[in-house]
């Protein structure tokens, strides 16, 4: 039987550093195959992994993701190329589309077209990362740049999407999908979206990794892990905008999202009612490890390739700890 593998992912609320670099030196213990942080308004992401890889020597690490408004493709490209070089080629670039309040809120760059400048700034890295010039959006005055430093190997672009033309686009452009908050049930209907990305896309294109981030509740005490869980879920569904909610709805959520919605009637609480605990099986890793891992088998069954099990913020060390040793390689 091929080994089965397994990530760790860090979502931008993570902001202890030291929580990071022990996470990430475990993770490399342990056994799991890469390890993703992702970026929003703290870290700078390419600095800590940059510590992380100098103190790790197998683990794949990865950007789990970074937003296409906080940089250009040139300063995306470079990221990349350096943490390429600095980590012996153990590097994975992902990227997102971020959020309205990520792109306006902090970066100050009106949250516009936000697909199609995934897939502009996806097009722009990937030229400059195989050694190509920029591919100029308007009639230059001087001639376009290369990137000075071409890395020896190519470095996989991975696309964090949920909506189906992002979907696609994951299939068309990207070396791996990794959508975040995404349900089980969905994982099939995505798969199909990217084979139809895949059909406009370059000649021998092959299916991106499926590598989805999933949101993990793991704990001896019942009662914390479902803590945990409805937090996920609540938190997300409540408090993050649309996205989710409508990712939700459109694979046949509705009611259990408006349920979650009606519990939750201000950002602070964070309930899901026993008439939506689907939407933590379907969204979720909870309960005791027995359980999280018969959860993690089913989404191994459904066609995920390297799971991410996203830790959840701000919580204990020894917690964190816990989880990933309960849920081990």
Known sequence: MPTRRLAVGLTPMETRREVVLHLADRAEELGYDAFFLAEGWGHDAGVLLAEVATRTNRITLGTGIVNVWGRTPAS????????????????????????????????????????????????????????????????????????????QTEIPIYLAALGPVATRLSGELADGW????????????????????????????????????????????????????????????????????????????GRAVEEVLAANPTPRTFDVPESARTLLDELTLWGDPEHARTALDRWYAAGAQMPTLTLPPGRPIEDLDDILESLRP
């Not at 902090?106 to 890295?125: I, N, S, Y």
């Open 76 to 151: 995306i490209a470079m990221l990349a190329a350096s943490l390429a070089e600095l980590s012996g080629d153990r590097f994975v670039l992902g990227l997102g589309a971020g959020s309205p309040p990520l792109a306006e809120g902090f970066h100050d760059v009106a949250f516009t077209a936000p697909v199609e400048r995934l897939g502009a700034v996806t097009r722009q890295v990937r030229r400059l990362l195989t050694g190509q010039r920029l591919e100029p959006t308007a009639e230059p005055t001087t001639r376009p740049l290369k990137l000075a430093v071409t890395p």
């Open 178 to 253: 990794c959508p975040f908050l995404l349900p089980l049930s969905g994982l099939d209907p995505g798969v199909r979206l990217l084979e139809e990305g895949m059909a406009r896309g370059a000649p021998g294109r092959m299916l991106p990794t499926i590598a989805p981030c999933i949101p993990t509740a793991v704990s001896a005490d019942p009662a914390k892990a479902r803590e945990v869980a409805s937090w996920w879920v609540s938190f997300y569904l409540v408090s993050m905008g649309p996205l989710y909610r409508r990712t939700l709805v459109r694979l046949g959520h």
